[in-house]
């Protein structure tokens, strides 16, 4: 059974820091592309960031592109998104996702995920 189980969310100030982890099991992490996406209230799920299997190659959508940083330890079966400099506008419920891949997979389509975890919240005040 596959299990992504994110962490680290919470409340922080513009301009502050959050970092979070995703921990999988039920999988071979290293066959899988990785990514984060986010769901502010009444928004549609966007993405923010996508890391290949082995790390070497990452996309990230322009809002974040600059200030959120994705990579990912194999070893412990765990991605991160280290979110700096950050605003409101970040204020969302932040899911990861595994999609199984070919090597350098850094995908932003909701669609082409396999497994989602249950999100964590992120809460930016002014």
């Known amino acids: 059974q596959v299990q992504l189980v994110e962490s680290g969310g919470g409340l922080v100030q513009a301009g502050g820091s959050l970092r979070l982890s995703c921990a999988a099991s039920?999988?071979?992490?290293?066959?899988?592309?990785m990514g984060w996406f986010r769901q502010a209230p009444g928004q549609e799920r966007e993405f923010v960031a996508a890391?290949?299997?082995?790390?070497?190659?990452?996309y990230y959508a322009d809002s974040v592109k600059g200030r959120f940083t994705i990579s990912r330890d194999n070893a412990k079966a765990t991605v991160y998104l280290q979110m700096n400099s950050l605003k409101p506008e970040d204020t969302a419920v932040y899911y990861c996702?595994?999609?199984?891949?070919?090597?350098?997979?850094?995908?932003?389509?909701?669609?082409?995920?396999?497994?989602w975890g249950q999100g964590t919240q992120v809460t930016v005040s002014s």
């Open positions: 996702a595994a999609k199984l891949a070919f090597t350098f997979y850094t995908g932003s389509k909701i669609t082409e995920y396999d497994y």
């Open positions: 890391i290949s299997r082995s790390g070497l190659s990452t």
């Open positions: 039920g999988l071979t992490f290293s066959s899988y592309g």
